[in-house]
């Protein structure tokens, strides 16, 4: 099927590309258009090409799945090269996402008329590589260079109508008009005014103002955004180096790095975490979305995050407390979060006002008998729990889905306490639940399809990455992120020291480390859901460093003091820590291990491999995918390292094979099953 349709009308050439779902630019599209470009050339009456693309977005960048492979011929600067070097001018109509590869063809015509709703962005650095067809070289000189190495480093899409892009486009139409009509209404104007100038945008001069930028200034910013994806900074440092050249010699070097990134491992990692987010996105559903109003139960700072999550949605919110004055607590810590938000520029402040307007505060049960979803959110207890579900069975509408911000807690037995468990379900927000985009959608055993179905649609509002699983202590994520708490421990019982394992963790990418983690949570939260249940008889060690500094009244920043001192501004080690897990490690003679930044870390990520094999071996999640979520999007591990299912397949089968069997012989197979990685990792 052909990619590319040329038609002719008054003189005017439309090439309209037409690539479903996203027009991206495959080698038979960039084939189909230059064949296109080049028939035109022989067109001696024609005035101008318009460039137009079918369905619902213009040219969203280079066809990512032909990056796994070797470059394919015709490249992309080729086909730039034929659209600026056309002897007619080329002018491009921009509508939806115009990013990467499509912006730099964009930038490439000779002039761009854009719907207002248009978004224009320079993606790569998130892929893990550079714009690789001069995007940066010509973006600086239509837009300036300081706004075109931000967009080009930072990754991020803006809108057309932003004041520093807006020189881009020549024309903006509203977004409600037909953006080929009026798009050529303005090519017919110009031509008849005489004023359709070729001017290549590599031609045109930078603007004198980038003499003056500070680039140190702007290496600070990339590298305190950029964590461990290595693109940014590379990026930055050629363009600081290669701005002021000409376009064909920093576009030749630009194209080189981006040669050399595309095969790198972060970038594998990153376009391994795109295609993993676009997998586990739900299919289009039959079923009509039921949910607009919802009451969260609970004002303390797991409820008060999740009102402002649905208020950010847009849905009216009733916020429910056992009493006014922790309801008034809760009510002003979303006006904190929401006034924090608005000084950082996040919200304005009519937004501000919206969204408060939509959550209102209430201390009685009756007055939610009407809403369509409410999620508990109340003191992580089986019969507190049990004692709210009863009640909102007895107040709740019938169909309204009620739903459980439990960590832990079996939601079966939850909705036993109900006459409705087809309608209960599980929904895990992870802190803080108004910024971390990760949500396990809990099946219970009755949980109905259709609720199912509800709570998927619900996340994509919510602008969450949900992930569903199953009923098992901590479900997928906490079971396996205890595993990995549990083999910390292990390694500080062992003689590795706390600093040792916060920093291995730290410079393997992860946001903070475990241990520092503990002490921002609370290390009696974790403790208290883990005394709910027996301890495994075979792991003597099992999380009693954290017993024991909860005896000690250790419970982390909240009490002054956990696996750190926070009696001064900045956290310290305290020795009296090291003498608690010592203590410890001799009662229960453990052995010392010599430990590097490197084996820590390796031994911490084949703890969170072996308990998601095991996770997926039960069912508990269905793809091996979903594991690699839940740790991006719910506890902060690097997405330039993929997750921990991805670094399972880099290492492969025989290397894992060879680390498990060794920690095996130290630990038993109990702690370190044998596993079927052949089904789970070819
Ligand atoms: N290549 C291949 N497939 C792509 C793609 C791309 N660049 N962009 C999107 N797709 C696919 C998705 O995988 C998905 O496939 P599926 O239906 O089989 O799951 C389908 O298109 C629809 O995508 P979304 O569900 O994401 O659609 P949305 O409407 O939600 O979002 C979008 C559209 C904003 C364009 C988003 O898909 C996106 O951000 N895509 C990536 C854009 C990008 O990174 N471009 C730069 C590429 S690198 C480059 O251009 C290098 C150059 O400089 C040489």
Redesign the pocket.
Known sequence: MSLVNTRIVNQIAILEIDSP??N??SAQLRSEMIAALQALADQSQLQAIVLYCAG??FI??????EFDGEPLAPH?PELISHLERSTVPVIALLHG?V????L?VAAACHYRVALKSTNIG???V??G?V???G?CQRMMRLVGVTNAVKLATSGRAVKVTDDNYARLCEHLIDSQDDLLQQGLAWVQRRLAENSLPIKPTSELALDSAAQEIDWQQFKKQVQRSAKSNPAPMQLLQQLARDWALPVAQGEKNTRKL?LQLRQSDAAKALRHA??AE??M?PGRSQQAFTVSKVAVIGAGTMGSAIAICFADGGFKVTLLEQSQQALERGLKRIEDEYQRSCERGRINQKQLQQRLNLIQGSCDYSSISEVDLVIEAAFESLEVKKTIFKRLDSVCKEGAILATNTSYLDINVIAQATSRPESVVGMHFFSPANIMKLLEIVKADKTSDAVLEQMQQLAKKLRKQAVTVGVCFGFAANRIYTRYGREVQQMLLEGASIEMIDQAMREFGMAMGPLAVQDLSGIDIGHNARSQYPHPSYDPGYFKVSAALVAAGRLGRKSGSGFYDHSQRTACLDPQVAQIIAQVAQELKVEKTEFSLQSIAQRALLAMISEAIQVLEQGIVQQKEAIDLIWLHGYGFPRAKGGPMFMAQQWGIAQLQQQFSALREKQGDKIWPRLNLAKYLE
């Open positions: 779902p996203v991206a630019l619902s977005t969203c960048g280079a066809d990512i799945r992309l996402h990013l990467g590869g499509g730099e320079l993606p790569e998130g892929l590589v714009p690789g067809a995007g981006f795109f295609f676009k997998k996105q």
